[in-house]
């Protein structure tokens, strides 16, 4: 394709109109110079294409395809190779169905459990979701196809979303909302990223420079299409000059319109335009592929569906009951082992080619008994006929499984959860089954974390989360042992919802949400208070044992231009084979008035196939953002000298090695030091301690203390408080009558030159 070439021939109307949709879900095309239409559709973790011209048939119905586990649940994986395979899979079934772009992978961060559609979402920890992202995204362009990085950015609720102004600090976004995505457009390029709905900071996001062109393209160096989410566009010429070349769908030509107006009325450069569809051109070129279309082992998908969730799902609790035995008396209970809530609802829901329950599945163990347990229609009402059928079967059985969770009224794209409980129906099964019967096995299916008050009288909790259209054989699986569970939480289960650091702000007030609680997301928050959690981030049980040994660190002391190779021996302690995620996280092993940091950031993680008795090194390379916070006097990543934690853990709370490492920054703080800077300040700049010394002299009042001088003498309170002081408020005791000019000269002289 000679884009160049194309691009001279369009006329403007043509050049417009390739900015917006065709239709729903398909571009323009322009027969004449050879520019076809391509359609895009959802995703993420699984097709959903509507039959051609049925757009309006509602988003339910849609061709059958593979609907793999959402990316909460295939998140706990903790396996980039899983995700990539994932990712070809999707890649695949787009090919057949020609489609050219898979709308996913959803990067955005939990600040919340509230949010409805973080069913759909990796995790609170933004290293671990642009990991996730990253690993998605290759495995579907590895096919030719597109994907769409959605939804950039600070989208993280639904309340409101269409016009909710996402309030925050440059660093929370630079540290938080931003790096998953950054990741996965550096390493994976991304086809094209969708914008979200809301405003970030008081600009649509579909219109925001800083975002769609300063950090996007700028800082990141994202090559591809930037589409707006549907019906996110508000001003079209305004999104256009923000870096937004793709409305979707369509707006009946309007806003094409506008756009030609606006070049003819010199309003917009036609260049602008004319980059906008260079790109798009370029789109085309790069996945549009040549129309050939491939079948699928739809077997094979669904093989690997059950892998995914298998591998992935969280063992949060057991007291040995698991593996069941398969000659034992079990009872299934609950409507989800039969119908089970296998994915979120919304724009990402599939139509299964294939769908396998517990129940169904667990014909191939034993001869499970089955009692509903709760009407789903109607799961908030306790105390039901069929929670006493329930309970009457639960009596004498060896083991009662318990198949509970969230069913689509409670969380959904869309709107958000009022609460963090389950169905009242649900709790109260639970607990009335667990008063007859000690052996209550419960499986929960839910995208987002639930409050558990019934988890001390269980004997076993397996978070399936939404398993996809194998999760059913994969909870089987498990329950029976045929696999080790291995997957480990991607976000934290707080006790309950007010412990979590967005309670007092979250959905915030009318268009207006402020994100207060900054960088102190998810495990970074309970972590730093140390405060109690039901399951910590990174948790998960295996029916093996691991250990750990033999932590070492390639240097004590590195600079912050250099790579700290970190190694580490995970030994299977058990008598079965297992996964294992081992887990680095780093942490500023120092207090400083200059920066406020979590007490540990998530800064690598491997998965480690382990026989019994085996053990196997893992290394990882730890480069500048291991260390890193964002500086927002520089706009970039720095690192601040000083000796940092090094920590390798089964999950964020159980730590099992820790070391320690000094970092020198190369990139010095410079300030213009005044009057009102503190003595403290002074002494991090270049000559700041020489200058300092020579005050002592001069001002008595910070004469250095004889080494053994005691807390609570003039001497030591002296020396303690004059880092807090400034120049100006020690003149005031200076009886040499120096000026605060003169004293700025010195420093001007000495420091600042
Ligand atoms: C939606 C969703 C987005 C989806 C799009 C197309 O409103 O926010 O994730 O890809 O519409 O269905």
Redesign the pocket.
Known sequence: MNIEKIISELTLEEKASLCSGRSVWNTVEVDRLGIKSIMMT??PHGLRRQPEGDEQTG?FVSVPSTCFPPASLSACSFDRELLHEMGEALGEECVAENVRIL??P?ANIKRSPLCGRNFEYFSEDPYLAGEMAAAHIQGVQSKGVGT?L??FAANSQETRRFCSDSRMDERTLNEIYLPAFKKAVTDAQPATI?CS?NLLNGEYVSQNHYLLTETLRDKWGFEGVVVS???AVFERVKSLAAGLELEMPGSCDDNDKKIVDAVRAGLLSEDVLDLAVRRLLTLLERIGGDGTTVVFDKEKHNELAKKIAAESMVLLKNNGILPLKQDADIVFIGDFAQSPRYQGA???QVNPIKMTSALEAAGNYNNVRFCKGYDTGNCEQAETLLEAEAVAAARDADVCVLFVGLTPEYES?GFDREHMRLPGGHNSLIEAVAAVNPNVVVVLHNGSPVEMPWADKTAAILEAYLGGQAGGDAVVDILFGKQNPCGKLAESFPKKLSDNPSFLYYFGERDVTEYREGIFVGYRYYDTKDMDVLFPFGHGLSYTTFGYSNLVLSASSIKDTDTLTVTVDVTNTGSVPGKEIVQLYVGAAYKDSWVIRAEKELKGFQKVLLQPGETKTVTFALDKSAFAYYNTGLHDWHVMTGPYRIQIGRSSRDIALTAQVDVVSTVPIRFKADVNTTFGDILRLEGGKEFIEELWERFPQFVQPPEDSEPGTIEYMSYKSQFEMVPRSVLAFDTSGMTLDQFQQMLDEKINK
């Open positions: 959802d995703g988003m709308l996913g959803g769409s959605k939804h969708m709905y989410d549907w019906g919304g724009s990402s794209e």
